[in-house]
């Protein structure tokens, strides 16, 4: 089944410490985003790739990283500059070509700050 | 710029009644509108869409949502609620110059009690 794998499920980060998120697809999709979700304000765009090796900034990118050096992967690095990670994150993908479709989701991974 | 609103952040509904969440929204152009739901830890399933065509969009479970052009509303509904459709509901619109982005609402979270 094609889908978005984001992996892990949980993560546990220690003060001053960068972890990775991974996210991969095999809807070959060319859109790929990562959103933050906090109770009560919804889903913020961290970093978003329209095609491979290009990414941009979204409203909250500040302490956070992303690369795209394949179509199929999109990896967001949580950095000891974020200060307030604990958070659901939330990878999606689309079809760049057609802007009549929404997204697709993997089921997020849970960060928290021990 | 693209936005939506969704003025309820909590919907109480009996089961065996109908709900409706409401959802208005701000684009330039035609809309491309959708609805999302979340259940806890886990990632947004796609509802249904409205592109064109006829206003009364019908989904998955049984919802649907009416595409009202001149109140610039989206609002999604059920003729019979459920205990299991209780979760976490997300509106988004993107605009038909305005790439592959969708916007978000902040989401509201449907209550369907016995």
């Known amino acids: 089944d094609g889908g978005i794998t984001q992996s892990p499920k949980y993560l546990f980060r220690k003060e001053g410490q960068n972890v990775t998120l991974s996210c991969e697809q095999n809807?070959?999709?060319?859109?790929m985003y990562w959103y933050r979700q906090d109770p009560g304000q919804g889903l913020r765009l961290i970093y978003y790739?329209?095609?491979?090796?290009?990414?941009q900034k979204g409203d909250i990118a500040e302490g956070y990283s992303v690369s795209r050096e394949k179509k199929e992967s999109f990896p967001l690095t949580v950095t000891s500059a974020q200060k307030n990670p604990t958070a659901f994150y939330l990878c999606?993908?689309?079809?760049?070509?057609?802007?009549?479709?929404?997204?697709?989701f993997g089921s997020g991974t849970r960060l928290t700050v021990v | 710029a693209q936005s939506v609103a969704q003025p309820e952040d909590q919907v109480n509904v009996a089961e065996g009644n109908p709900l409706t969440v409401k959802c208005t929204y701000s684009?330039?152009?035609?809309?491309?509108l959708f609805w999302y739901v979340q259940y806890p830890n886990r990632g947004l399933q796609f509802l249904l869409k409205?592109?064109?065509?006829?206003?009364l969009v019908k989904g998955s479970y049984g919802f649907e949502a009416e595409f009202n052009k001149s109140q610039t509303s989206f609002h999604l509904k059920k003729p019979s609620a459920l205990v299991s459709d209780s979760a976490l509901y997300f509106c988004?619109?993107?605009?038909?110059?305005?790439?592959?982005?969708?916007?978000f609402g902040t989401g509201t979270q449907l209550k369907v009690e016995l």
């Open positions: 999606a993908s689309s079809d760049r070509g057609a802007s009549n479709y929404g997204y697709t």
């Open positions: 809807l070959n999709h060319d859109a």
């Open positions: 790739s329209q095609i491979v090796n290009d990414f």
């Open positions: 684009v330039s152009g035609n809309p491309y």
């Open positions: 409205y592109i064109t065509g006829d206003n």
């Open positions: 988004a619109v993107r605009g038909a110059g305005g790439g592959n982005k969708l916007t």
